[in-house]
């Protein structure tokens, strides 16, 4: 019987990832309806989860009518708290341009950028 991946991350550094058997012609949210218990969703309508794009195989994002094959890798993702972009600009506030970036720890005398 064809088996498929289910990887939902539901907290910082935790992973939870299960084998579930596949029922020939299993769509997305037949899926997540099967598994809502078992993966700790607090929705018992996927829908929610795929309107954000939180739902994908192999990293990309996927509609719930997507039928799933034998060896597919169905990913639930959280998510952002903060946008990336932002996260980068405070960490350099804080860190200051000498200690952040490439060409940070720089020989002594070094011309800049090598």
């Known amino acids: ?17 299960l084998r ?24 018992a309508a996927p829908e929610a ?12 994002p996927v509609p719930l009518s997507r039928v799933l094959a034998d060896g597919d890798r169905l990913e639930l993702y959280r998510p952002l708290i903060v946008d990336p972009k932002v996260a980068r600009r405070e960490r350099f506030k804080r860190q200051g341009a000498k200690s952040a970036g490439l060409f940070a720890k720089r020989r002594p005398g070094a011309k800049a950028g090598y």
């Open 49 to 60: 989860l795929v309107g954000d794009g939180r739902v994908g195989v192999w990293g990309k």
């Open 1 to 17: 019987m064809p088996e498929i991946t289910v990887v939902c991350a539901s907290g910082p550094r935790q992973l939870l990832e």
């Open 20 to 43: 579930h058997a596949l029922n020939p012609g299993s769509t997305v949210g037949q899926v997540l309806h099967e598994l809502t218990g078992r993966l700790g969703l607090d929705t």
